[in-house]
C-alpha cells in the first residue's frame, strides 16, 4: 500500500514537472540555420533592397499586402541605413548592382545635407537634422571606403563627424538634433539608440582617418553608454539591447577596453542571447506565441543577429571575452535560421499582388518596412562571418568603384 501511494506521488509529480515544463519552458525551434540557407536569405534581402528603390533614390518604406498599398511616409534615418547596408553587399558580396543603388542613395542624401559652422548634417527639409541620419550616412560612407577604396567623398565623412563631435555633451551623450531655425541643438529630446549609432560611425572614421583625433569623442560615447545611458534613459531592463553600440565596442575592442566595458559586452551579450531564446521559444509552438507574444518584427529580430554577430567578433579579439564565445554562436546560428525560415520565398511571392515587394522581404503585423530587409540583411551577412570563421568584418578585397 505505501509502495503504491509512493509510486501515485511520483507519477503525479512527474506529470507536474512535465507540465510545468511544457508550459513555462517552450520547446525552441531555429528554424533553417544552414550555411547555403542562411546565404540565400542574405542575398534575397539584398536584392529587395535594390529592387525596391525609386527613382529619386530613395525606397519604398511601406509595403501593405492586404490593400496592396505602399504609403508615402518616409524616415531618413531608415534611409540612411539600408544604404549602409547596401554598401554592405557591395563590399561583401561583391555586388556592383548594390553599389549602384547605394550611390543612388547617397546623391538624394547629398542634396538633402545642410552645412554650417564646419560640419555637414544630414537634414530633409533644411530646418531639422537627426543626430541618427548622419550617423548612419555617416556609417555608409565609411562602409564605402571600405568596399570601393575610393576617398572621393573623405571631406563629407570628417564634416559629417564633426557634426556629431559638435553634438556631444560634456556627459558623453549627445543632443538628439540640430535645430536650423533656432540655430542650436534640440537639448530636450532624447533618443536611446542615437548614442549607439554616433559612436560607431566616430570609431569608423577614427580607423579611416586616424590622424583627425575622432578616438576622443568615440570613447567618450562608450564611456556613456556603458557606465550611464541605462540610467540617464531610464532602460527597465538593463543593458538597452542596442545593436549600435555592439558595433561600437568590436570596432575600438583593438584599442584596449575598460574592464567595466568588457563587463558590459558580456550582459550585452547576455541580454542578446536572452531575446533570442524567447523568440525561438515563439517559433516552436502555438502555445510558445501563446505565453510568449507575438512575433517579434525581422528589423528587430535581424539587429539581435548584427549585435552577436558584433560580440562574437569582439570574443575573438579580447581573451576577457572568450568565455562568452559558445553561447553566442549557438544563439546566433539560431537567430539566423529564424530569420531564414520566415523571409517570402520566390515561389511564395507569387501569391502576393505585387511579387517584386513580397520575395526577400519579412512580413510582420500586415506590413513589410525596408528597415526589415536592411537589419535582417546585415545580421544575416555577419552570421555567415561566424560561420565561416572570419573575424574581419571588412571586405577582404576593395569592389571597382561603377562608372
Not at 558580396?93 to 549602384?100: D, G, N, V
Not at 541620419?133 to 564605402?144: D, F
Not at 549585435?307 to 569582439?314: D, G, H, I, P
Request: glycine residues 8%; hydrophobic residues 40%; aromatic residues 10%.
Amino acid at each position: 500500500m505505501l509502495f503504491r501511494s509512493a509510486l501515485v506521488s511520483i507519477m503525479f509529480w512527474g506529470i507536474f514537472a512535465v507540465g510545468l515544463r511544457a508550459s513555462v519552458i517552450p520547446p525552441e525551434s531555429c528554424g533553417a540555420h544552414s550555411k547555403q540557407a542562411i546565404g540565400r536569405a542574405a542575398t534575397a534581402a539584398a536584392d529587395w533592397m535594390i529592387r525596391n528603390q525609386l527613382d529619386d533614390g530613395r525606397y519604398v518604406y511601406l509595403y501593405y499586402p492586404e490593400t496592396d498599398e505602399t504609403p508615402a511616409d518616409y524616415n531618413e534615418v531608415r534611409h540612411a541605413g539600408v544604404t549602409m547596408a547596401l554598401y554592405q553587399a557591395g563590399g561583401r558580396l561583391s555586388s556592383r548592382e548594390a553599389i549602384e543603388a547605394a550611390d543612388r542613395a547617397l546623391a538624394w542624401m547629398q542634396e538633402n545635407t545642410e552645412r554650417a559652422d564646419g560640419w555637414a548634417a544630414l537634414a530633409p527639409g533644411g530646418t531639422r537634422a537627426k543626430l541618427g541620419s548622419s550617423a548612419l550616412m555617416l556609417v555608409g560612407l565609411a562602409e564605402r571606403r571600405l568596399a570601393t577604396h575610393d576617398p572621393q567623398h573623405d571631406g563629407l565623412m570628417v564634416d559629417l563627424a564633426e557634426f556629431l563631435a559638435s553634438m556631444q555633451r560634456p556627459d558623453g551623450g549627445f543632443h538628439i538634433a540640430w535645430d536650423f531655425t533656432k540655430d542650436k541643438p534640440d537639448t530636450v529630446g532624447t533618443s536611446a539608440y542615437y548614442p549607439g549609432e554616433a559612436l560607431w560611425a566616430l570609431a569608423l572614421t577614427h580607423e579611416a582617418f586616424p590622424d583627425q583625433g575622432f578616438d576622443a569623442p568615440a570613447r567618450d560615447a562608450l564611456e556613456f553608454i556603458t557606465e550611464r545611458r541605462d540610467d540617464v534613459e531610464d532602460i527597465e531592463f538593463p543593458p538597452l539591447a542596442d545593436q549600435w553600440a555592439a558595433y561600437g565596442i568590436a570596432e575600438m575592442i583593438e584599442w584596449g577596453l575598460t574592464d567595466q566595458q568588457v563587463d558590459y559586452a558580456d550582459r550585452l551579450a547576455a541580454r542578446f542571447g536572452l531575446l533570442v531564446r524567447t523568440e525561438s521559444q515563439r517559433e516552436g509552438s502555438w502555445y510558445g506565441q501563446a505565453l510568449r507574444g507575438r512575433k517579434a518584427r525581422a528589423s528587430g529580430v535581424g539587429t539581435w543577429a548584427e549585435a552577436l554577430s558584433s560580440l562574437w567578433r569582439a570574443s575573438t579579439q579580447d581573451e576577457r571575452l572568450a568565455h562568452i564565445q559558445p553561447a553566442v554562436e549557438e544563439r546566433l546560428e539560431c537567430v539566423a535560421g529564424i530569420l531564414a525560415r520566415r523571409q517570402v520565398s520566390a515561389e511564395e511571392a507569387k501569391s502576393y499582388p505585387r511579387p517584386g515587394l513580397a520575395e526577400g522581404a519579412w512580413f510582420g503585423r500586415g506590413e513589410t518596412r525596408m528597415d526589415d530587409q536592411q537589419h535582417a540583411f546585415s545580421g544575416l551577412l555577419y552570421t555567415l562571418d561566424m560561420l565561416n570563421d572570419n573575424p574581419t568584418r571588412e571586405p577582404t578585397l576593395p569592389f571597382p568603384v561603377p562608372q
